[in-house]
């Protein structure tokens, strides 16, 4: 295992694994993915690659290598595929179209339809774009909130094995989700919230193992 990617003091991500956030609506589980990227403020400090990072704007934090998937994808409808992807990117353009070209590889369903609007994609389409675009600045750290969220069984066997391909090669992935026994298939840890707090961090296994899980998940 890498060393730690995100800090948090309750918990930390090490480069190299994927950990689930997991609780019902209304945990928090946005509410930390917004935190950790600034988009709201913190209350105790937060560390980014050994660096604290509580004061940085936005724009830092995603130069530093954070990559975001915001819950229902919100790409730009309007934009074509390459438009999407060549927008999201702070790299320097020589890069910038040496990356665009390389997720329009990874991701073939993309690669195939690169001039396409994206409200004409289908919901996995859109959500492969919404990943692709988050990699576009070849992040070390992925948030993912809610990735398969209306997503069909095979998009979603799909989503997961990228993920852990990613981890594989080190990256530190932090996955929300409602639907534990989903993502606690990839993870090696679970981080349940409740109501904003974290009230339990457990391994994978032992938290699917656990008999209480559905009632922590239905308590947010």
Known sequence: MNAPVLDLGDFVVNGGEIVALLGGNGAGKTAMMETILGFRPATSPIRLFGKDVSSLPVERRVAMGVG?????????????????????????????????EEMLAAFPMLGERPEAQAWLLSGGQQQMLALARAMMNKPRLLLLDEPTLGLAPLVVVDLLQRLTAMASDGMAILLAEQRAGLVLGVASRGVVLSRGRVVRIVSAPDLLADPTLSDLMANG
């Open 68 to 100: 975001y998937v915001p819950e229902g994808r919100r790409v730009f409808a309007g934009l074509t595929v390459r438009e999407n992807l060549e927008a999201s990117s702070l790299l320097p353009a020589d890069e910038r179209r040496r990356c665009l």
